[in-house]
């Protein structure tokens, strides 16, 4: 069997889209993924905004899972400013980057996103990203009209993990979406139904 035989053959193989491609996303499929997908396969430096030293929290959590999958994270927190999280110096502010970034990374409150998009925009960035549950329509407009593109209210890291393959890590199965999960050690369940033993 042909590798594409293969892949067409497999679940969900219609709406995927695969990693390193290239192409034109097809009909059904999520444009707004695609383009997603190209960002993260194109720009490799992520400015992250407001990343945590604290390992429970959500963005030291993404950074850690991004690193790992090859992109450098640069650190921006005035309250760690000079230290360094993850291996990397952490800065002020955007603006105190002495090198180019690709993509910057928003892990804050809506209230906090217009002047980090003028930054990004003084900084030469290419992408702004709004974590989830960050949306901020008029910085966004003003992020275009400079011509960044502008994702918002998604993580970098579950799309990564999304595209990629690697929803187990995190805490996500990949593969068939039950609720039903097999341990090992663990009998497998009947067929029988439900309650039976």
């Known amino acids: 069997m042909t ?8 679940p969900g193989a219609a709406c995927r889209i695969v990693p390193g491609s290239h192409a034109s996303p097809q009909a059904g499929v999520d444009r707004d993924a695609y383009r997603r997908l190209e960002i993260l396969e194109r720009y490799r430096t992520i400015a992250m905004v407001g990343l945590s030293s604290d390992p429970y929290r ?15 994270i640069v650190p ?3 309250r760690y400013a000079g230290q360094t999280i993850l291996g990397e110096t952490v800065y002020a502010s955007l603006r105190d980057i002495p090198f180019p970034v ?21 900084i030469g960035a ?3 990203w709004m974590q989830l549950g960050v949306r901020h329509p008029e910085a966004a407009a003003r ?10 209210d998604r993580c970098a890291k579950v799309e990564h993990a999304r595209f990629f393959g690697k929803m187990s890590t995190v805490g996500l199965n990949a593969g068939v979406v039950s609720s039903r999960r097999d ?4 009998p497998k369940p009947s067929s029988g139904g439900f309650g039976r033993r």
């Open 126 to 128: 290419k992408v702004v």
């Open 58 to 72: 959500p963005s030291y959590f993404a950074a850690t899972y991004l690193q790992r999958e090859g992109y450098r």
């Open 102 to 122: 690709d993509i910057v990374d928003i892990f804050r409150g809506p209230e906090h996103v217009p002047p980090l998009v003028e930054d990004a925009i003084a």
């Open 3 to 10: 590798d594409e035989r293969r892949e067409a053959e497999t």
């Open 76 to 78: 921006v927190n005035p």
């Open 143 to 152: 992020a275009r009209a400079a011509g960044l593109e502008v994702v918002e």
């Open 183 to 186: 341990l090992p050690g663990r």
